[in-house]
């Protein structure tokens, strides 16, 4: 009898694996957020592999780097008065966080990540969250951070919805840490908020997050005049994020005056109603200076070549025009959530943009910044844009450290009824 002696084979080291959760009710914000964060996590020095956990079907159309997948949940659909309900299947609110909740724990259970980041709401939509973060917390060696743009509302309806949530005890009990991708020079979150001491010592600042750094490769030179259509000339942008709430300030943009040489280019959003974008199209038909697109994916050709942005205030474009150092003139959305607000104000009052509000928006009005805007000073050296840095600093020593044992938390279901 031969007895064959195999070489030992060394065991491949497992990458890193990191879930990203966002719920995406409303807009694109959340998930353009985490692909940002994806891009960084999944380059040097971490390369690990991401999933992401996403409420928005567009996410198939954002180009992902090596090493990042989405698993597509039913979507919410958040109304004007903060209510969620199903976007497209026709199931009540309970069957459909039930429905993402199984979805998502089975996911999470199967992925076994080393880290998972959970955008903005502790809990997820309606408590969808709670029994993987449990599982997490009691049986697996995940970390667990929350991850919360820099402001997110204003501070008397923040303090209520955590009361009524309940999250100060979620956070003690299912979170490692808590990262605001903000800095608290333009607003200090733990302070506004009156955060616990318990909450404080979990809290770190990232920064903003520089998209120069985390945009498409192969479209950074895409010549937008060519790829839509454009008459060449100076180019004034006008876009309103996921667009379900847009619809007054395109309209204006496309009635309004260009100054002499430039040209215009409206991106409604995938989510605007079709009633306001046929109109817009039959608006913007009259106006050989104009140009009409519904989504893109990647915004820095256009944001590249732009010498003016009309645009709302979300975290993300705030980012952007920050990163490109553009003139802005930000027109903030103001219900059901005054956060867009807060931001404009705060950055105005930094000298960063200029804001406009809602109630005022008219032709005239944004014709007349758009003649008098004047190309803006760099401030890149005055607001910290190194986010995706500190995220890569942050995860490193959080992989290092001890996971930290389940808080006495006895509260067996913590459901988020207020959004």
Same mark, same amino acid.
């Given at each position: 009898?031969?007895?064959?002696?195999?070489?030992?084979? $060394?065991?491949?080291?497992?990458?890193?694996?990191?879930?990203?959760?966002?719920?995406?009710?409303?807009?694109?914000?959340?998930?353009?957020?985490?692909?940002?964060?994806?891009?960084?996590?999944?380059?040097?020095?971490?390369?690990?592999?991401?999933?992401?956990?996403?409420?928005?079907?567009?996410?198939?159309?954002?180009k992902?780097?090596?090493?990042?997948?989405?698993?597509?949940?039913?979507?919410?659909?958040?109304?004007?008065?903060?209510?969620?309900?199903?976007?497209?299947?026709d199931?009540?609110?309970?069957?459909?966080?039930?429905?993402?909740?199984?979805?998502?724990?089975a996911?999470?259970?199967?992925?076994?990540?080393?880290?998972?980041?959970?955008?903005?709401?502790?809990?997820?939509?309606?408590?969808?969250?709670e029994?993987?973060?449990?599982?997490?917390?009691?049986?697996?060696?995940?970390?667990?951070?929350?991850?919360?743009?820099?402001?997110?509302?204003?501070?008397?309806?923040?303090?209520?919805?955590?009361?009524?949530?309940?999250?100060?005890?979620?956070?003690?009990?299912?979170?490692d840490?808590?990262?605001?991708?903000?800095?608290?020079?333009?607003?200090?979150?733990?302070?506004?908020?009156?955060?616990?001491?318990?909450?404080?010592?979990?809290?770190?600042?990232?920064?903003y997050l520089?998209?120069?750094?985390?945009?498409?490769?192969?479209? $950074?030179?895409?010549?937008?005049?060519?790829?839509?259509?454009?008459?060449?000339?100076?180019?004034?942008?006008?876009?309103?994020?996921?667009?379900?709430?847009?619809?007054?300030?395109?309209?204006?943009?496309?009635?309004? $005056?260009?100054?002499?040489?430039?040209?215009?280019?409206?991106?409604?959003?995938?989510?605007?109603?079709?009633?306001?974008?046929?109109?817009?199209?039959?608006?913007?038909?009259?106006?050989?200076?104009?140009?009409?697109i519904?989504?893109?994916?990647?915004?820095?050709?256009?944001?590249?070549?732009?010498?003016?942005?009309?645009?709302?205030?979300?975290?993300?474009?705030?980012?952007?025009?920050?990163?490109?150092?553009?003139?802005?003139?930000?027109?903030?959305?103001?219900?059901?959530?005054?956060?867009?607000?807060?931001?404009?104000?705060?950055?105005?009052?930094?000298?960063?943009?200029?804001?406009?509000?809602?109630?005022?928006?008219?032709?005239?009005?944004?014709?007349?910044?758009?003649?008098?805007?004047?190309?803006?000073?760099?401030?890149?050296?005055?607001?910290?844009?190194?986010?995706?840095?500190?995220?890569?600093?942050?995860?490193?020593?959080?992989?290092?450290?001890?996971?930290?044992p389940l808080?006495?938390?006895?509260?067996?279901?913590?459901?988020?009824?207020?959004?």
């Amino acid at each position: 009898m031969v007895i064959q002696i195999l070489p030992f084979v $060394k065991p491949a080291v497992r990458k890193r694996r990191i879930v990203l959760y966002s719920h995406d009710t409303m807009g694109l914000g959340h998930m353009r957020r985490n692909i940002s964060i994806a891009r960084a996590l999944t380059a040097e020095p971490i390369q690990a592999d991401v999933l992401l956990i996403a409420g928005a079907k567009q996410v198939s159309s954002f180009k992902l780097p090596q090493g990042v997948d989405c698993l597509t949940l039913p979507a919410f659909y958040k109304g004007t008065n903060g209510q969620y309900q199903s976007r497209c299947l026709d199931l009540s609110l309970e069957e459909l966080v039930q429905f993402r909740g199984q979805t998502i724990r089975a996911a999470v259970k199967a992925f076994d990540p080393d880290v998972m980041i959970v955008d903005k709401t502790p809990l997820g939509v309606s408590g969808e969250l709670e029994p993987i973060l449990k599982e997490l917390r009691m049986y697996h060696n995940t970390r667990c951070v929350l991850g919360l743009r820099d402001i997110l509302d204003d501070k008397q309806q923040v303090q209520r919805e955590w009361y009524l949530s309940n999250y100060d005890e979620v956070i003690k009990a299912y979170y490692d840490e808590v990262w605001i991708y903000g800095h608290p020079a333009i607003y200090n979150m733990v302070r506004e908020y009156g955060f616990s001491d318990e909450i404080k010592k979990k809290v770190r600042f990232t920064g903003y997050l520089n998209r120069c750094e985390t945009s498409n490769d192969s479209a $950074k030179d895409d010549d937008p005049f060519i790829t839509y259509g454009l008459p060449k000339g100076r180019l004034a942008l006008c876009m309103v994020g996921g667009g379900q709430d847009g619809a007054h300030i395109t309209e204006a943009f496309v009635k309004a $005056k260009l100054p002499e040489g430039f040209v215009g280019l409206i991106v409604t959003g995938p989510f605007m109603p079709e009633k306001h974008r046929s109109r817009l199209q039959r608006l913007i038909s009259k106006r050989p200076d104009m140009r009409l697109i519904d989504f893109i994916n990647d915004p820095q050709p256009l944001l590249k070549h732009a010498e003016r942005v009309v645009s709302m205030g979300g975290y993300n474009t705030i980012c952007e025009i920050l990163s490109f150092n553009k003139k802005a003139l930000i027109i903030p959305r103001v219900t059901p959530r005054t956060e867009q607000l807060i931001r404009a104000e705060r950055m105005s009052n930094a000298g960063f943009l200029d804001v406009l509000h809602p109630d005022s928006v008219t032709p005239g009005a944004i014709t007349t910044w758009l003649q008098t805007a004047e190309k803006p000073e760099s401030f890149r050296n005055r607001i910290d844009l190194n986010g995706l840095i500190r995220i890569q600093k942050y995860l490193r020593a959080l992989l290092a450290a001890r996971k930290q044992p389940l808080a006495n938390f006895h509260q067996t279901e913590v459901i988020s009824n207020v959004q």
